[in-house]
């Protein structure tokens, strides 16, 4: 039954990305066909960036769980720290890529015509704006898995690619547009708030009370 406990929510992380998917497709498809075909291209390259993040958050999880059981404070906050500046990095080398080669990407990755590639380029660049932004929400939610707040982990990632993103994009949709791909860079921020504030109020504690009763 603990098993399952803190496993159910993991199950639930893994099928939210098709429920995003099909819900940005199906918003997009009221708008511009071009729009569909420019989403999947980012979720492609989204995946060659975000696969490294995650591998990080997987190693992640069990050297925090080992240390906590063999009561090492400065070894977890040590762990979190580094995973959080090697993540950000991978982020920030996937929002350098899509800013400086969106356009040969469309144009010879996914043989994209004319008008993709006009809509494309300013689509994929403020995307991948949210590329380091997510990162830190992937490893703090890694930090609640790790550490017992599971449901936490499953909270951050519904904040992340249902709850806030969807109407932030049915709300771009409807005022501007052309600017709906700033609603992953939205919804990541509010996320990533929701996620430290979360992080603050549980897994310190948690750090702090294990410091004190190993120096008692």
Request: charged share 10%.
């Amino acid at each position: 039954g603990e098993m399952l406990r803190i496993a159910a929510p993991a199950v639930v992380m893994q099928s939210l990305s098709s429920f995003m998917s099909l819900g940005l497709n199906q918003l997009l498809t009221l708008w511009s066909q071009t729009g569909v075909f420019v989403l999947g291209v980012y979720f492609k390259i989204q995946t060659f960036v975000f696969m490294p993040i995650f591998g990080v958050s997987n190693g992640l999880i069990p050297i925090l769980s080992y240390n906590y059981g063999a009561r090492s404070p400065g070894r977890i906050t040590r762990s979190i720290r580094f995973s959080l500046m090697l993540a950000v990095g991978i982020g920030l080398g996937g929002l350098a890529l899509l800013s400086l080669a969106a356009s040969p990407l469309l144009r010879y990755c996914f043989q994209a015509g004319a008008q993709a590639v006009a809509m494309g380029v300013p689509a994929l660049r403020m995307t991948a704006l949210a590329f380091p932004i997510a990162a830190v929400s992937i490893i703090l939610s890694a930090s609640f898995q790790s550490l017992g707040r599971s449901t936490l982990s499953l909270l951050v990632s519904l904040l992340r690619q249902i709850v806030l993103l969807l109407p932030i994009a049915a709300l771009f949709l409807y005022v501007a547009p052309d600017q709906v791909w700033l609603s992953f860079l939205c919804a990541e921020v509010l996320s990533c708030l929701a996620a430290a504030a979360l992080y603050r109020r549980t897994i310190r504690p948690k750090i702090r009370a294990l410091a004190q009763g190993r120096s008692q």
